[in-house]
């Protein structure tokens, strides 16, 4: 298993465009999480599933945020209407139950 | 709510010597998980070290430990024989319950040669 991956690695866009992020876990974890990290900050908490379920959604996963992983694969991310405050790095993860999660590369995004 | 705390934002040390990272978390909880994570420039996150709340001997991990204080609330990382390597931003991080990671500011640090 060569890890998570996630795709694309960078994307710019102009602002009022939609824009969806993939996130291929490794394979056998059930669980999985999006965190978003702005410059010089921590990652922040998005949402996370468990298998195809969406379990909990951060206040920060305003509505024009959605995710959906089918059939408790790869998981996407789009974020509708982009705004200059949505550039950042968008860091998926994934986890067999409660244990340590494995992170991905990131998606940089840059919304000009 | 539970928050973590990095009060270094920025840290240096010789190659060769040794380091230590300090965290501090709040929570109520009694049963939570405590990792340091590191990220070096333009490369993922990649764990470090983790300790279960529930034991009370300290982590260890080669030439990464930790000190955790769970009264304190503490959870600091000491890296020994620091390498280039170890150039990275170290992020501290708390997870309990549905174990999502709360994650502090971070601290980079600089393996000087």
């Known amino acids: 298993d060569t890890g998570v991956s996630q795709n694309p690695r960078h994307k710019i866009t102009k602002r009022g465009q939609n824009v969806t992020f993939r996130c291929d876990p490794i394979?056998?974890?059930?669980?999985l999480y999006w965190y978003r990290q702005t410059l010089g900050q921590g990652p922040e908490f998005l949402t996370y599933?468990?298998?195809?379920?969406?379990?909990?959604k951060s206040r920060l996963l305003s509505d024009r945020f959605s995710a959906e992983r089918p059939k408790g694969s790869f998981s996407t991310l789009e974020i509708q209407r982009t705004e200059q405050g949505d550039s950042a790095m968008y860091l998926c993860?994934?986890?067999?139950?409660?244990?340590?999660?494995?992170f991905g590369p990131g998606t940089r995004l840059t919304v000009t | 709510a539970q928050t973590v705390t990095q009060s270094q934002p920025e840290m240096s040390v010789q190659e060769a010597e040794t380091v230590t990272l300090s965290c501090t978390y709040d929570?109520?909880?009694?049963?939570?998980?405590l990792f340091w994570y590191k990220q070096p420039p333009s490369r993922q996150m990649i764990l470090v070290i983790r300790?279960?709340?529930?034991?009370?001997q300290n982590a260890t991990e080669n030439r990464f430990s930790v000190n955790f204080q769970k009264a304190a609330k503490s959870f600091s990382l000491k890296i020994s024989d620091s390498q280039l390597g170890d150039t990275a931003m170290y992020f501290c991080a708390f997870s309990a319950g549905t174990y999502k990671y709360i994650f502090g500011t971070g601290t980079r640090l600089k393996v000087l040669a």
């Open positions: 993860a994934s986890s067999w139950e409660y244990y340590e999660q494995y």
């Open positions: 929570t109520s909880e009694n049963n939570y998980y």
């Open positions: 394979s056998e974890h059930n669980r």
């Open positions: 300790q279960e709340a529930y034991k009370q």
């Open positions: 599933f468990q298998n195809e379920a969406q379990l909990e």
